[in-house]
């Protein structure tokens, strides 16, 4: 009796580990990896609504109860989603190539969160990034294809100021009174230089040489490469940002004055003040093009100076001040204004004649 029951308890159990190993083989043999890529990349994966990340993208599924088909969705702001169910058998080489489509609602591709309301900053694109800075004291770099991080350097203070991306590197000035060189491609410092006053300048970059203006003591031209001081001239910049055009270095001043630096030495070739007959009332951001110096004032004014000689010829009064630098292009140039109407502000941009 005693050896029947030690046998059925040895069928039994071999019983077991047959059936164990036929469900781990079964397991095993059903575990697969997919590889998925959207055109455009940057879709988020969901599969069985649990997300994965963004493509493109290689997943390993794993088979659960009832799952003989994976339900997979891929999700992009401004395209339409997409939903399907995929079994191993369906898929060859393992890959899911998916095209996705507008959906109509606008042209929005992603959007990022800087996290105030307030942006002083404008983005510039270079190499497949776009850099911004932020009140909340941080430069981002993010990818151009679905808007993620690619890194984000933090400050000690916020940055009103537009960086400046040249031969792999990224330029930017904070409140906390620094001018900073970082690595474009992971946001490392290379150098930082504490450009007296905050930074609402933002910085200008040609030919090896980083030029930015401060309020107190000057404006300064920087090496690229180490943050060496070449030259700087005693004035102070409150809101301008240079220019630089054929060789020469223009910036507005609350003087006001505008001034053109000689790039290489900063020796002045001219500069334009209240003693040549026009008295705007602050000069800001310039801009040149074809000869000539546009640049908005405070006084309601846009300006276009001879960019060689600095001689007045001609200005538009538009209906409030003009804080932000012209755009010029196929003669002609676009400024923007908010004007006040007693309750609130209306912005508007305007298109000019730039021989007018």
């Known amino acids: 009796m005693v050896n029947k029951n030690r046998l059925v308890i040895f069928i039994v159990m071999a019983i077991v580990v047959v059936v164990a190993i036929g469900i781990f083989l079964y397991i095993r043999s059903s575990e697969w990896t997919v590889s998925i890529t959207s055109n455009p990349t940057g879709a988020g994966v969901y599969i069985n609504d649990e997300?994965?990340?963004?493509?493109?993208?290689?997943?390993?599924?794993?088979?659960?109860?009832?799952?003989?088909?994976?339900?997979?969705?891929?999700?992009?702001?401004?395209?339409?989603?997409?939903?399907?169910?995929?079994?191993?058998?369906?898929?060859?080489?393992?890959?899911?190539?998916?095209?996705?489509?507008?959906?109509?609602?606008?042209?929005?591709?992603?959007?990022?969160?800087?996290?105030?309301?307030v942006v002083d900053s404008s983005p510039v694109a270079s190499d497949g990034k776009v850099y911004i800075g932020s009140y909340d004291h941080y430069l981002y770099c993010l990818d151009v294809n679905d808007g993620d991080v690619v890194w984000k350097y933090k400050t000690g203070h916020v940055i009103r100021s537009t960086p400046a991306v040249s031969d792999g590197k990224v330029y930017i000035s904070s409140f906390d009174s620094y001018l900073y060189c970082l690595n474009a491609d992971n946001g490392s410092v290379i150098w930082k230089y504490k450009a007296e006053g905050m930074g609402y300048s933002s910085p200008s970059v040609s030919n090896g040489k980083v030029y930015i203006g401060s309020r107190n003591p000057g404006f300064y031209c920087f090496n690229a490469n180490n943050g060496n001081i070449i030259w700087k001239y005693n004035i102070g910049i409150d809101y301008s940002s240079p220019a630089v055009y054929d060789g020469k270095v223009y910036i507005g001043l609350s003087g006001p004055a505008l001034y053109n630096f000689n790039a290489d030495n900063g020796s002045i070739f001219w500069k334009y003040d209240r003693e040549r007959g026009i008295p705007p009332d602050s000069f800001f951001s310039p801009v040149a093009s074809n000869g000539k110096i546009y640049i908005g004032s405070d006084d309601y004014c846009i300006y276009c100076f001879n960019a060689d000689n600095g001689n007045f010829i001609w200005k538009y009064k538009v209906g409030g001040p003009i804080r932000t630098t012209p755009a010029v292009s196929d003669k002609k140039v676009y400024v923007s204004s908010e004007i006040y109407s007693g309750s609130s502000y209306t912005s508007y941009l305007y298109c000019l004649s730039a021989d007018n």
């Open 51 to 117: 997300y994965k990340g963004v493509t493109p993208l290689k997943v390993t599924l794993y088979p659960k109860a009832n799952y003989s088909v994976y339900h997979l969705k891929l999700k992009k702001e401004g395209y339409e989603d997409v939903a399907r169910g995929i079994q191993k058998t369906d898929v060859k080489d393992n890959n899911i190539a998916i095209e996705l489509a507008r959906n109509g609602k606008g042209a929005v591709i992603w959007k990022f969160n800087l996290g105030f309301e």
